[in-house]
């Protein structure tokens, strides 16, 4: 089902490396340019030589130092959405349109909440009922089996810390993965990166915190829900 398109028309380019965790280096044509990457992540298997990318033409203002944005990376036989900035725009269109079967007639009441110094994502509400949402993007899949973190995280070890306490005092709690991987059929923590946040995830799904994760799929304009996918755990 399509969620949105993106209007703005993308640039084919080529991967050449990545200089820091937010700038890389392509080629458009034989031009060489500098983009920035909106995703934290390591992304090992989808950064590699010679990649086909698709890159965003931005003002250049303040500070920002590049005209470009990284979008999307060719992997196999499809586009994975790396740009970070479009996961909040996903996460509404599937609450609007209750694509998540366990969040199904939820709204969402605030953004950005924070708690004891942590950030969720959303505050949600169904019937005077208040849930939190945390969400994460997954891009590193591996047998079939996508996996989240692909680097440890401390920041995702303190939000699910946070999730499970909350959860604990009686609030409801989510934390949503969204697989932007189309060779995933479904969803594990990812033990041998990151065991603690694995264990931790387990802990807040054994004390009924909802672990859930759905399939994006781009085919270059479109941002399409394709299914949601079974958690392991």
């Known amino acids: 089902m399509k969620l949105f398109e993106i209007n703005e028309s993308l640039l084919?380019?080529?991967?050449?490396?990545?200089?820091?965790?937010?700038?890389?280096?392509?080629?458009?044509?034989?031009?060489?340019?500098?983009?920035?990457?909106?995703?934290?992540?390591?992304?090992?298997?989808?950064?590699?030589?010679?990649?086909?990318?698709?890159?965003?033409?931005?003002?250049?203002?303040?500070?920002?130092?590049?005209?470009?944005?990284?979008?999307?990376?060719?992997?196999?036989?499809?586009?994975?959405?790396?740009?970070?900035?479009?996961?909040?725009?996903?996460?509404?269109?599937?609450?609007?349109?209750?694509?998540?079967?366990?969040?199904?007639?939820?709204?969402?009441?605030?953004?950005?909440?924070?708690?004891?110094?942590?950030?969720?994502?959303f505050l949600l509400e169904k019937d005077n009922e208040k849930c939190l949402l945390e969400v994460k993007s997954c891009t590193l899949a591996k047998n079939q089996t996508a996996l989240f973190p692909d680097a440890p995280t401390e920041r995702g070890r303190r939000q699910i810390n946070l999730l499970t306490k909350m959860k604990e005092k009686g609030y409801n709690a989510a934390v949503l993965f969204l697989v932007l991987r189309e060779d995933a059929q479904n969803f594990s923590p990812n033990w041998n990166i990151d065991p603690q946040f694995s264990e931790k995830l387990k802990l807040a799904q054994k004390i009924g915190v909802k672990v859930l994760a759905c399939q994006i799929k781009f085919d270059g304009k479109n941002v399409n829900f394709a299914k949601e996918l079974p958690v392991i755990i």
């Open 12 to 121: 084919h380019a080529t991967f050449k490396r990545r200089i820091n965790r937010f700038l890389a280096e392509l080629n458009i044509g034989k031009n060489l340019v500098l983009a920035h990457l909106g995703n934290s992540g390591r992304l090992e298997d989808l950064l590699v030589s010679n990649a086909k990318t698709l890159l965003k033409r931005v003002r250049k203002t303040g500070k920002r130092k590049t005209l470009y944005d990284v979008i999307a990376v060719w992997h196999g036989n499809s586009w994975v959405l790396i740009d970070s900035s479009y996961h909040n725009i996903i996460t509404l269109k599937l609450l609007e349109l209750e694509l998540i079967s366990k969040l199904k007639g939820y709204k969402v009441l605030r953004k950005e909440v924070n708690i004891n110094d942590v950030r969720i994502d």
